[in-house]
């Protein structure tokens, strides 16, 4: 039951980090937030692990913090910042994957000892590149536009948790199935596959609605820059 625990206090102490970043920054620690949670989610991807009986890949608590955080941004701030933010995460992990194929291509003193470890993390085949890209891409746009289109239904303060979690459950499907598709089909056995796939939305689905109510705090948290914004306007609007 290590694990279960371990992962437990994992997803809460992201929300916490979120909210820290959320607090200090603003909508500018959010987006920081996704740049920073897309490159690591896809670091710890390439670790396998066994939770709730099921083999499962690392990083789902992580990586499902990123839709909570494109989710506040649209519904604080509008879909416009929630959109600049899925494009953001996007050219983090572009990046990551570009430099560090540079990074990889140099020859190591004899007196190096990372190599070997940097080329199995990030001798990331083109396989779960693209599929981690055409993933976040397609899911991260879908839970912006799905989001929008549920609150335009549900409309009111205490119904975020409907758009969250409808958004959320709805894009994460999407993304647990191109990701493991193009990254692990073929790569695994057919069952192992299925496990993969099947605890890896299970666990999404599980942290998307264990989310929900640092979604509401994070409605309810007024960011510092916001504060002190506030006595020069109500100073010019008087």
């Given at each position: 039951m290590f694990n279960e625990f371990w992962g437990l206090g994992f997803a809460v102490a992201n929300f916490i980090l979120l909210l820290i970043m959320y607090k200090c920054f603003g909508k500018t620690g959010l987006f920081a937030w996704v740049a920073l949670s897309t490159v690591l989610a896809n670091i710890q991807v390439?670790?396998?692990?066994e939770i709730i009986g099921l083999t499962a890949t690392l990083g789902n608590s992580l990586y499902a913090s990123t839709f909570l955080a494109t989710d506040i941004l649209n519904e604080k701030y509008g879909k416009k910042d929630a959109q600049k933010a899925v494009w953001l995460g996007f050219?983090?992990?572009l990046i990551?994957?570009?430099v560090m194929q540079f990074g990889m291509k140099f020859i190591p003193a004899e007196s190096d000892?990372?190599?070997?470890?940097?080329?199995?993390i990030f001798g990331l085949i083109p396989q779960i590149a693209i599929a981690s890209m055409l993933a976040y891409l397609a899911s991260q746009h879908l839970d912006v536009y799905i989001f929008a289109a549920i609150r335009k239904v549900f409309p009111k303060d205490s119904q975020f948790w409907i758009r969250n979690n409808g958004s959320t459950l709805i894009?994460?499907?999407?993304d647990t199935l191109i990701f493991t598709s193009i990254a692990f089909y073929g790569v695994y056995p057919l069952d192992v596959w299925l496990?993969?796939?099947v605890s890896t939305y299970v666990l999404k689905f599980i942290v998307s609605v264990f989310s929900t109510p640092f979604g509401y705090i994070a409605k309810a948290l007024k960011p510092l820059d916001e504060e002190a914004a506030t006595p020069a306007d109500e100073k010019q609007v008087s």
């Open positions: 390439t670790k396998t692990i050219s983090s992990l990551m994957i570009i000892f990372a190599n070997e470890s940097m080329q199995t894009s994460q499907l999407l496990q993969i796939f």
